[in-house]
């Protein structure tokens, strides 16, 4: 990439999506600065937190499938690179297997089995029979059979952000905790400000701000982004029982009741969350608490599905927030009137384990690679509908 003043590329946002994307860049042998106000990883971002899902199944959507299986395969390689085994460190993956309830008529989970199938992911499909046999913490009630992601399971989700920023860092990434104030109309000089007043050069820009981005981008992006509000829990397994530890429990999800969970890792307990989106959120000043409504909901299919469970307390809770388009699909696009900026978002719900897909295809996409339909900034609308699961 040409040399400018400053850097080839500033990249605003180090969550995973901007991460990955440096990572890349620096690849490709760009000067890269990448900015954060709050610093990788924190607690407000998206991407902060202990834990995500890293799942292959998509439903009928294999753009995400091959994404994920990309991301997996590479995930697994940053993480071998840092493990004194040669393998995956356990610090930043637990291959716990993914589990997907599914109803007897079960469109969704039949189009998961389908699409690992397509792709080679190692998988298995398993009877009613089979599922209380090797699980007997669940209540299965009105699932018939599931589909098991044997190779999946759960990415630690800070640790593995800043493992990326160290990596980058070494490709010669420069990292600093500063925010952008602001974003003029037209870089005619090639510089956005900081909080500190300083000036900073780049020859282009990729915003990959996640909840923030329709805050850098009112005008554009308030009413393309929702930003929701997202509880999370973790139950307490009574002393001495390990039937929900990771070797005797997958991560599972249950999109059926829009639910999902984790085994405990690290002795946090099992962590259970609502996928359906809540109130608008503000990822600033937000108050991160949880609501009594969903205390009560989570309790309520925590006694039905896990009955070893229903006098279990909530020994911590968490407050993240979605940054969904109208559909779910990811918004990785060049910005319509600053023609050297380009936006890096939408993708809170599902996106972390895509990380370093995205990265691959943002150093593309700048490097003048054909973009996809599904993510540009035209396919966005309005009207909230989700299709992306």
């Known amino acids: 990439m040409g040399k400018a003043k400053g850097y080839d590329v500033a990249v605003v ?34 991407s902060g937190g202990e834990s995500r899902i890293m799942r292959l199944g998509y439903g009928r959507d294999r753009i995400y499938s091959e994404s994920a299986h990309r991301s997996l395969k590479q995930w697994l390689q940053l993480f071998s690179s840092k493990a004194d085994s040669g393998r995956e460190d356990y610090q930043y993956f637990r291959r716990t297997g993914m589990l997907w309830l599914a109803r007897e008529v079960d469109d969704y989970c039949q189009a998961v089995l389908d699409n690992l199938q397509t792709i080679g992911a190692h998988h298995e499909k398993l009877a009613r029979a089979e599922l209380d046999k090797r699980y007997p913490q669940i209540n299965f009630g009105p699932v018939r059979w599931a589909v098991l992601e044997n190779d999946s399971g759960v990415i630690m989700a800070r640790r593995a952000v800043r493992a990326v920023v160290d990596e980058a860092i070494k490709l010669g990434v420069t990292f600093r905790q500063r925010s952008v104030t602001a974003v003029p109309s037209q870089l005619i000089d090639n510089s956005v400000s900081l909080d500190n007043g300083e ?24 009413e393309l982004i929702h930003v929701t509000k997202q509880d999370v829990f973790f139950i307490g397994p009574p002393a001495g029982n390990a039937f929900f530890d990771s070797n005797n429990f997958p991560t599972w999800i249950d999109f059926n009741d829009q639910v999902y969970g984790m085994p405990n890792l690290d002795e946090r307990g099992f962590k259970i969350a609502i996928d359906a989106h809540g109130e608008t959120f503000d990822p600033d000043s937000g ?102 699961f």
């Open 199 to 222: 000036a900073v050069f780049a020859e282009r820009f990729v915003f990959a701000c996640g909840p923030w981005l329709p805050k850098v981008f009112p005008e554009l992006l308030s």
């Open 287 to 388: 108050e991160r608490i949880v609501s009594k409504a969903n205390i009560e909901t989570v309790r309520r299919y925590v006694a039905e599905r896990f009955p070893m469970l229903a006098n279990a307390p909530i020994i911590e809770t968490r407050v993240c927030q979605y940054e969904n388009t109208s559909s779910g699909d990811f918004l990785l696009d060049r910005h319509p009137a600053i023609e050297n900026v380009w936006l890096a978002g939408g993708g809170s719900g599902h996106g972390f384990k895509h990380g370093p897909a995205v990265g691959e295809y943002m150093a593309k996409l700048l490097e003048g690679g054909t973009p996809e339909p599904r993510f540009s900034l035209a396919s966005k609308e309005k009207v909230y509908q989700r299709r992306v």
């Open 13 to 46: 946002g180090a969550g995973v999506f901007g991460v990955w994307t440096a990572y890349h860049l620096a690849l490709r042998r760009a000067s890269v600065l990448l900015l954060d106000g709050y610093g990788p990883g924190n607690s407000r971002a998206s």
